[in-house]
């Protein structure tokens, strides 16, 4: 039984499931957490106690909830659909009415795919944007996690459940290593890859990841001097980033014992996470002990500017980085508002 769209009361969270992106792992978790007397085989039997919504329905009924998914690189996926479904030959009725069939080729596999449209197609393959965007093709979750980094992301995610509401989530459940070769190495020519990008066109706009199957995250170094010697001084400390997200940023907070949130709109490294989300609640910002915000988006009363007027107020760090890609630094920032307004009037 297919379960897409869960409500976790204690938690405060809506959960929306994608087939292939880690779905079994964190309906684990959360059953673990929040119905740890229930006797299951599976977490996908129709006998669990889920209480289930529809898309229309989560903003008018759950205001204050975070609704949350979590996304996956669309050449991975599909790989993955390929090794799980068909290279171990598990078939299915409802596959076999499309025309899959035991230990077709990779390249066949992706050519039918390609074929099918996602209202005929099996959740196992359909788009994730089809069960993400609304009706204006924007993405209706609050907060999309990546992935590819999934143990840290759930981290984050218990952090933010805990300052919502007190409630303490389990960890993910381990998760056995894929023994099988990376995305990369099964994409070996042009013609795959873009039948692959013209296919989940969506996803790749909606979701930030790259149009080119990547052989693996590259982790590089930064020249945030200030980021740096702030984290030295304070470590563990966690950054909300709503400047230019990256994976050094990430792995530098990280590895300093911090939680790390980069807000960019599409962006492979940043999670996608909606900023009217942040600022009225919906995914809590009292867990980050620095923000991070480019100047040229502080205009009028945008979401932006209000979570930077919060973490002022709240007498927490603001860095400030001055223009987009000027090579600028950032610049700390623990004024008063009206400091502040001085500030930018000059």
């Known amino acids: 039984m297919e379960w897409p769209h869960t409500v976790w009361p204690e938690a405060k969270l809506v959960y929306t499931a994608l087939p292939k992106v880690a779905n079994t ?35 008018r009924d759950f205001p204050d909830f975070c609704h949350f998914a979590v996304v996956r690189d669309p050449f991975d996926r599909l790989v ?42 099996d959740p196992h393959f359909r788009s994730q944007t089809a069960l993400l965007v609304n009706r204006r093709s924007e993405l209706r979750v609050d907060l999309a996690l990546r992935f590819e980094r999934l143990e840290e992301e759930w981290n984050l995610l218990r952090s933010l459940v805990a300052s919502h509401t ?8 381990h998760r056995r290593a894929s023994k099988r070769r990376h995305a990369a190495d099964y994409y070996f020519d042009d013609a795959t890859t873009a039948m692959v990008i013209k ?59 911090g939680r790390y949130l980069g807000a960019a709109s599409r962006s492979s490294v940043g999670q ?7 600022s009225e609640g919906r995914v809590p910002m009292g867990v980050f002990d620095v923000l991070m915000v480019n100047d040229h988006d502080l205009c009028g009363r945008s979401p932006r500017e ?30 008063s508002r ?7 009037s000059g």
């Open 338 to 344: 009206q400091r502040w307004r001085r500030y930018r």
């Open 199 to 257: 296919r989940y066109a969506t996803d790749f706009n909606l979701l930030g990841y790259p149009r080119v199957p990547e052989p693996r995250a590259s982790i590089g170094k930064t020249d945030d001097d200030v980021l740096g010697i702030l984290l030295d001084r304070h470590r563990g400390a966690s950054v909300l980033d709503l400047s230019a997200p990256s994976a050094a940023r990430a792995a530098r907070v990280v590895n300093g014992g």
């Open 306 to 335: 209000r979570i930077r007027d919060q973490f002022e107020g709240d007498g927490r760090t603001v860095l400030t980085e001055s223009g987009a890609g000027d090579g600028r630094l950032p610049t700390p920032r623990t004024a």
């Open 80 to 121: 993955s659909f390929w090794n799980d479904r068909i290279a171990r030959g598990k078939i299915g009725p409802r596959l076999e009415r499309l025309g899959f069939h035991k230990e077709m080729p990779f390249p066949v596999v992706v050519r039918k795919v390609c074929e099918i449209s996602d209202r005929q197609a």
């Open 166 to 173: 007190g409630s303490d989530m389990q960890p993910l459940p």
């Open 25 to 59: 792992s964190i309906k684990s978790a959360l059953l673990d957490s929040y119905l740890p007397q229930s006797r299951r085989r599976s977490p996908h039997d129709e006998d669990q106690p889920y209480v289930a919504t529809e898309p229309r329905r989560i903003r």
């Open 272 to 278: 996608l996470v909606n900023l009217e989300a942040l």
